[in-house]
């Protein structure tokens, strides 16, 4: 048996995602079956080999129930977790949630209705008319019309996807005998966009085998599943997800000028002109006359020009950050304890941690009330002592309530360390509601902070509509602080926003708003953001020393 057999199996893995989200099934099981599809098809020995050997578990996302899968599939050439799932929900509909206005409701009516089983069913249906009975003859219309895009579609990719995807990818072609002398990622995820749209590109220098051996290594890939273009110095393949992937080959004498052309916007690219020859990116800088550019800023927004001016930012960096600022425990929708917590914060080497669970509205996540309020108060007043000189901050991630009045009392507010604010209910209100109702909340005197200000998850809920100029000015005025959330699903503020922020006097946040102490490992996210938005570190509230912060929470005085 193969490493063929890996690749079937990661589509029996991702077929059962897509039936879960046909079921309409949201959160860590889909994910789960995705992240375990990605580490089989991405796997260099056969499933076979580590079956025998009993080392399935070492396949990232492969825990005790899909070893299971795997080794039933194994022994019987089937896996009857995928034959009830794709039975009951065919994988071959989920293209349909992607069409506006298509829900798991409607994708299950168009199942029974037709007995469509994939979009050929639904085109069939179409043809004949029996689409339009089912669902209406405009939505059968609009349907029809975007079904060569669900068929054929970009593949969008959260950036913390990308580089998982990515580093998968680079470690697969490292570890070979057509390995690379060096190998990097470029691309958008380089630039740290908060979504991958375009595919993934890699710049390599190939190493003793040769640039044609590391490509055939590539189109070889378990992984890849139809090879879209190849030439002497590239190759663009599509792997098993419908994840496009690019391989530049270049030279060690110019590595840096193929860096900066597969990183930077094309509008940057075509702002610095012809790329002199260099071995290093701020070799090529240099010889253009420009200070280094991160990749973070190279999307020609001013990043050419800044330099002549004097404009051009010292951005914030990991290593800056002294805290973190907006963390759950078990006592609401975290999985951990806050010792846990504030344990793995100090172990990351920061000198303070903000708890902020839930308030008492939101009750969806067991919102602490007043009395367990208390509660969290005098633990915090005992880990305190325990964990000294380490502070943890008792704060809330208080819910604005649907007229942006707050969750709690003032009388209470003023007791915490650190208020924190969101919106996590009527997100549909119209933009006329919306804005007032988060203007009210940031111009609180009480409020330090207005979490993941946009309230969308990347690729599954939009923004809500907000006057986010207005939004942000009424924080700077009134000295409230904006997040930039490293939550991979939210990675808001984004860049552009952030540097609004910045040009309006707002101060901001970087924060992981983990739910458990593996989340604190994604603060990077939020640093490439506020990269992408030209932040400096002293225009980040928690790159302040402790002392420094609370004196800056107590005052809430604009920068």
């Given at each position: ?10 589509r ?6 897509q ?22 098809a991405g ?10 050997e009993?080392?399935?578990r ?8 899909l070893e ?29 949630l ?11 009516t ?50 913390k996807s ?28 380089r ?68 860096l900066v ?8 690219v ?28 190279r999307?020609?927004?001013g990043?050419?020009e ?9 951005l ?11 963390c759950?425990?078990n ?34 996540t067991n919102?602490?009330?007043l009395e367990r ?22 704060g ?18 003023a ?16 933009r ?16 330090h902070?207005?979490n993941h200000?946009h309230?969308?998850l ?9 006057d ?10 009134a000295?409230c ?24 006097g ?33 225009d ?8 420094d ?7 809430k005085?604009?920068?």
């Open positions: 048996m193969t490493r063929a057999t890996n690749l079937v199996v990661a029996l893995f991702e077929e059962i995602a039936s879960l989200d046909v079921a309409g099934e949201q959160g860590q099981r889909p994910r789960a079956y995705r992240r375990a599809a990605r580490g089989v796997y260099p020995e056969s499933l076979a080999v580590l079956a025998a009993h080392r399935l070492e396949i990232p996302g492969i825990g005790p129930s299971a899968l795997i080794d039933e599939y194994l022994r019987s050439g089937t896996m009857r977790t995928h034959a009830r799932l794709v039975a009951e929900h065919p994988p071959g509909l989920a293209p349909l992607r069409a506006p206005g298509f829900g798991p409701a409607t994708v299950r168009v199942a029974e209705t037709l007995g469509a089983r994939d979009l050929d069913d639904v085109e069939r249906a179409a043809r004949e008319g029996r689409l339009a009975d089912a669902i209406g003859p405009r939505r059968a219309s609009d349907l029809t019309a975007l079904l060569p895009r669900l068929r054929h579609p970009v593949r969008e990719l959260r950036l990308a580089w998982e995807i990515a580093s998968d990818l680079v470690d697969l072609l490292r570890d070979s005998d057509a390995a690379p002398e060096q190998i990097e990622v470029a691309g958008a995820a630039r740290m966009c908060e979504l991958v749209s375009d595919g993934l590109d890699l710049v390599a220098v190939p190493g003793a085998a040769g640039g044609a051996a590391l490509l055939d290594l590539l189109v070889a890939l378990p992984s890849v599943v139809e090879v879209e273009h190849r030439e002497a110095s590239t190759a663009e393949v599509r792997l098993y997800d419908g994840v496009q992937v690019r391989v530049h080959l270049t030279t060690r004498a110019q590595l840096g000028t193929s052309q597969h990183t930077g916007s094309a509008a940057h075509r702002r610095l002109g012809r790329l002199p020859e260099a071995a290093s990116e701020a070799e090529v800088y240099r010889r253009l006359d420009l200070p280094w550019i991160a990749p973070e800023l999307e020609d927004s990043e050419s800044a330099p002549q001016s004097g404009c051009l930012p010292r914030v960096q990991q290593s800056d950050l002294r805290g973190d600022l907006h759950h425990t006592w609401t929708d975290g999985v951990a304890t806050l010792e846990a917590m504030a344990t793995a914060a100090r172990a990351r080497g920061y000198a303070y941690v903000a708890l902020t669970d839930h308030s008492r509205s939101l009750t969806i919102g602490l009330s309020l208390q509660e969290a108060r005098r633990l915090v007043q005992q880990l305190n002592h325990t964990l000294a000189p380490f502070v943890i901050l008792l809330t991630e208080m819910d604005i309530l649907e007229d942006g009045r707050l969750d709690y009392p003032d009388e209470v507010l007791t915490l360390d650190y208020v924190s604010a969101s919106v996590h209910s009527r997100f549909k209100q119209p006329e509601v919306m804005t007032p109702r988060i203007v009210r909340a940031v111009s609180h005197p009480l409020v902070t207005l200000p309230g969308r990347l690729t599954m809920r939009p923004a809500y509509a907000v986010m100029p207005r939004v942000l000015q009424a924080a700077a005025a000295g602080a904006v997040e930039v959330s490293a939550d991979p699903a939210r990675m808001d503020l984004d860049g552009g926003w952030a540097r609004q922020a910045r040009q309006v707002a101060r901001c946040t970087i924060s992981s708003d983990a739910h458990s102490t593996l989340d604190f490992e994604n603060i990077w996210l939020g640093v490439g953001s506020a990269r992408r938005g030209w932040l400096e570190p002293s980040v509230l928690n790159t302040r020393g402790l002392d912060l609370l004196a800056l929470l107590r005052r005085t604009p920068l």
